[in-house]
């Protein structure tokens, strides 16, 4: 790109049209107010429209903006929207306000709705359709309109300008729209992509996989001069009970518009409920925090790694107990291996496995480039349109073949064939329920080896990823299964880490005769 340079002229010209503007709604004094770019919006203006290409257009085509709840999100991209529907250089424009709903998505529209309809000389230039959510510029025919996640019915629009809601709340089924938003625009001299979001809690989500790309740019670890990152958080390894830091992620506390008061309710519930902790340094501090309910903190997960410590020829030497998980139709197939290194160690090796034919169907729908995962030996694909068990055992016999296996644990469900083929090559398999009773102290058992750091791994993709899908579920008497997330289910695998916890359970649970319910009765939990 061409190097860029400063055009004061233009940045003035968007912030002086965007303050002659009436804000409506969220003032102080809960009237109608001159619209006053906040301290935290007021720069991000300039640079979008201060720097400028060699040809004049804009340096910046995509922006990523994040800060805590409540922080003026949307007055400020109704406000940039709003200069563009009457003062951008692109003709004809296209503006959208895209979101996973057309309620969330409506949010921004009605903003801008209100600011036209509070200055009679721009009302008298469009004619806005509440009914449709559009609204046209009636002198140079830019339009501006909603869109929700239907996206198969959106490709052949011509966006100059898209601002994405809320992106941490976009799923594998608003990645089509997301696609036609983002791929539509060849014409277009200088289109304009704007993200508003707070955290969310999936890494490998649209958004977090945008958030990722943002701190680069912003640390510099990527040269990207059309991309501009406003991030606005509390450092994830920072204190998030230090008071003095939440200003970090909440700018409207250093403006007089919110007070510290304002969050010590959800504050008190946070410190006093686990499950909310999530919530709050999510929402208020927009920090990433894995899963709303997290089973296991990536980071400890990821501190375990050893890629190249463990070679076959090494890990030959010690015991090594199976987990199976064989899943549904839509789900992934999984072995997983427990070495027994030590006393009180072990190293995780799993593999899971798809229909090789399904590859490109499951990336679509889950928003997870499978193939790559292939490529990189973290999954394996089998023939056909399902999980061919024949594969998968022979996997196993090339386990056994290498490695001195004690036994695996299986879940019996669909694995039928499995006990004909285990029984003919003399693996011992051990019976292991998925309920409550036969789960629990195989997750405690697991649990301890990752945060006491007696677990190693060699980083496998696929296996974090199915680890950060993972929720627990209580049964009210301490007992507790992993299940997949509420919302997303079918995008969303955890028979990776099942079958890792199967293992653990086999290897370190087991001592004389197996028996999966005892709970104590022969049984040795780290």
Request: glycine fraction near 6%.
């Amino acid at each position: 790109m061409e190097a860029g340079h400063w055009n004061q002229a233009k940045a003035d010209e968007a912030v002086n049209f965007i303050e002659c503007l009436t804000l409506t709604k969220c003032t102080l004094s809960g009237e109608p107010e001159p619209f006053v770019l906040l301290p935290h919006w007021r720069p991000v203006v300039e640079k979008l429209y201060g720097w400028r290409r060699a040809d004049g257009t804009r340096q910046y085509r995509k922006g990523f903006f994040t800060f805590g709840r409540k922080q003026a999100k949307t007055q400020g991209a109704a406000a940039i929207a709003t200069f563009e529907f009457f003062m951008g250089d692109e003709p004809m424009q296209e503006i959208y306000f895209a979101a996973t709903a057309v309620k969330q998505a409506a949010i921004c529209y009605r903003a801008v709705a209100e600011m036209i309809q509070a200055e009679p000389q721009l009302a008298s230039k469009c004619k806005i359709t509440p009914s449709t959510r559009t609204i046209v510029n009636l002198e140079n025919g830019n339009e501006l309109q909603v869109l929700s996640a239907d996206g198969a019915k959106q490709h052949g629009l011509n966006p100059s300008l898209v601002i994405f809601d809320e992106l941490h709340a976009w799923g594998a089924p608003e990645a089509e729209l997301h696609a036609a938003l983002t791929t539509g625009s060849k014409s277009r001299r200088q289109p304009l992509w704007l993200t508003i979001t707070t955290a969310g809690s999936d890494p490998e989500s649209i958004c977090g996989q945008e958030y990722d790309y943002a701190c680069k740019v912003r640390d510099g670890k990527i040269k990207d001069p059309s991309y501009l990152p406003v991030i606005y958080e509390v450092a994830k390894d920072a204190d998030w009970t230090d008071r003095s830091l939440w200003p970090l992620a909440l700018p409207l506390l250093n403006t007089g518009h919110h007070k510290l008061s304002d969050y010590e309710e959800e504050f008190a519930q946070a410190q006093q409920r686990p499950e909310k902790q999530n919530e709050f340094r999510r929402l208020y501090l927009n920090q990433w925090t894995s899963t709303v309910t997290q089973w296991l903190p990536l980071d400890a997960w990821d501190a375990l790694t050893e890629p190249s410590a463990y070679s076959d020829e090494y890990l030959a030497q010690f015991p090594v107990w199976g987990g199976l998980d064989l899943g549904a139709s839509n789900d992934l197939a999984a072995l997983a291996l427990c070495f027994r290194t030590g006393e009180n160690t072990a190293v995780l090796r799993v593999t899971g496995f798809l229909p090789e034919s399904t590859i490109e169907e499951r990336s679509a729908r889950d928003g997870i480039n499978y193939r790559y995962w292939v490529e990189k030996g973290w999954l394996k694909a089998t023939k056909g349109k399902t999980v061919d068990f024949d594969e998968v055992f022979e996997h196993i016999e090339r386990m056994q073949q290498r490695f001195d296996l004690q036994a695996i644990a299986y879940d019996r469900w669909r694995a039928k064939y499995i006990e004909k083929r285990a029984s003919e090559a003399g693996i011992q398999l051990l019976e292991w329920g998925q309920g409550f009773q036969s789960m629990t102290p195989a997750i405690e058992a697991f649990e301890d080896l990752v945060h006491n750091s007696r677990v190693s791994h060699d980083g496998n993709a696929a296996m974090r990823w199915n680890i950060d899908c993972c929720q627990l579920k209580s049964d009210g008497a301490g007992n507790k299964k992993l299940i997949k997330p509420p919302v997303h289910q079918k995008s969303k695998h955890i028979d990776m880490a099942v079958a890792a916890v199967m293992a653990v359970g086999a290897s370190f649970l087991v001592e004389g005769e197996y028996d999966p319910y005892a709970h104590g009765a022969g049984v040795s939990i780290l």
